[in-house]
């Protein structure tokens, strides 16, 4: 079964860093791109970025939104994707979710989630 | 970026009515498009991709259909686990955009 597990979040000021762990289980995780998408509260999906897989050359996109500020990378060895986030902006505030990238390039399971609040 | 125009962005039916929700690309996404339910306090399931092919595991009464521009996603008998907000997603293009979403309830 895939199971993928976010972890870091939480308060932060703005201005300040978090780092985003996303844990996965249930297949090769070496094989897939990840991504991490977001939702403020009460408003609709974005999506914030991916990595490919090594096979294709671990590269990462970003939205412009956040082009700068957060990097995605990958522990193939741990199964684990992060998320780290930079210069943090209250408009950050959003619970993040981590997905994994089917073979047809779009987000086949998510994890759970996790909280990010930027405020002072 | 791509837009995606998600339409209605409420409905209220009853248990065993046809429910359709429609979604309009600003330009042409061949077949790379998604629909996904998402239930409070829940992540995004992946229901429909490729547009029109169901998930392993999804009931049959979702389906969806369309090509290019114009998208359709249709629940043939609703049931009261239907209860949530829908959303299509384009992987067509960076960045993988959504439309803002349907919310769906139950008369």
């Known amino acids: 079964e895939v199971q993928l597990v976010e972890s870091g979040g939480g308060l932060v000021q703005p201005g300040r860093s978090l780092r985003l762990s996303c844990t996965a289980s249930?297949?090769?995780?070496?094989?897939?791109?990840m991504s991490w998408f977001r939702q403020a509260p009460g408003k609709g999906l974005e999506w914030v970025g991916f990595?490919?897989?090594?096979?294709?050359?671990?590269?990462?996109e970003y939205a412009a939104s956040v082009k700068g500020r957060f990097t995605i990378s990958r522990d193939d060895s741990k199964s684990i994707a992060y998320l780290q986030m930079n210069s943090l902006k209250t408009e950050d505030t959003a619970v993040y979710y981590c997905?994994?990238?089917?073979?047809?390039?779009?987000?086949?399971?998510w994890g759970q989630g996790t909280l990010v609040t930027v405020s002072s | 970026d791509i837009q995606m125009t998600q339409s209605p962005s409420s409905l209220s039916a009853s248990v065993g009515d046809r429910v359709t929700i429609t979604c309009q690309a600003s330009q042409d996404i061949s077949n790379y498009l998604n629909w996904y339910q998402q239930k409070p306090g829940k992540a995004p399931k992946l229901l429909i991709y490729d547009a029109s092919n169901l998930e392993t595991g999804v009931p049959s009464r979702f389906s969806g259909s369309g090509s290019g521009t114009d998208f359709t996603f249709t629940i043939s008998s609703l049931q009261p686990e239907d209860i949530a907000t829908y959303y299509c997603?384009?992987?067509?293009?960076?960045?993988?955009?959504f439309g803002q979403g349907t919310k769906l309830e139950i008369k």
């Open positions: 990595i490919r897989s090594k096979a294709y050359g671990g590269t990462t």
């Open positions: 249930g297949f090769t995780f070496g094989d897939y791109a």
């Open positions: 997905t994994r990238y089917s073979s047809g390039w779009y987000p086949d399971y």
């Open positions: 997603q384009q992987y067509d293009n960076l960045p993988h955009t």
